[in-house]
C-alpha cells in the first residue's frame, strides 16, 4: 500500500497566524486563511482555511473551508472541502468532510462521516 503524503503549506502564503504563545478563548471567525500555533478554546466559524500547528492544542467545535491538522484537537471538526491529518495530529471528536486524508502514525478517535460536495 502506497504512503499517504500532504502538502506543507507555507506560512508565508497563510494571512494571519496566532503564535505559539497565545492562548485565546472565544470565538474566531474569518475569511482568509488562518494558522494556530498556540492554544484556542471555544467555537470557530470560517468561510476558510484552518491550519493547526505542530504544537497547537484547541479545544473547540471546528466549522471551516479546509481543515489541516498538525497538533492536537479535542471536538469536532466540519469542513466543507477537506480535512488533513498529518502524522503528528491527535483528534479526539467526530469529522465531517467530502474528503479526508490521514497519514500514517495520526491518532484520530471518532466518528468519521463522509459527505457529498
Known amino acids: 500500500m502506497a504512503e ?45 482555511d484552518l491550519y493547526v500547528g505542530k504544537d497547537a492544542v484547541i479545544r473547540a467545535q471546528i466549522d471551516a473551508s479546509q481543515v489541516s491538522v498538525k497538533g492536537r484537537v479535542e471536538g469536532n ?14 483528534i479526539t471528536g467526530d469529522i465531517t468532510s467530502p474528503a479526508v486524508v490521514m497519514e500514517k502514525g495520526c491518532i484520530f478517535n471518532g466518528i468519521c462521516t463522509m459527505t457529498a460536495k
Do not use: Q, R, Y
Not at 471538526?77 to 491527535?90: C, G, M, P, Q, R
Open 77 to 90: 471538526i466540519n469542513s466543507k472541502e477537506t480535512i488533513e491529518l498529518f502524522s503528528t495530529a491527535n
Open 4 to 48: 499517504v503524503s500532504i502538502k506543507n503549506v507555507e506560512e508565508s502564503e497563510i494571512d494571519t497566524i496566532l503564535s505559539e504563545d497565545i492562548d485565546f478563548k472565544g470565538e474566531l471567525s474569518f475569511e482568509k486563511p488562518l494558522m494556530i500555533k498556540g492554544k484556542f478554546n471555544g467555537v470557530i466559524n470560517a468561510s476558510s
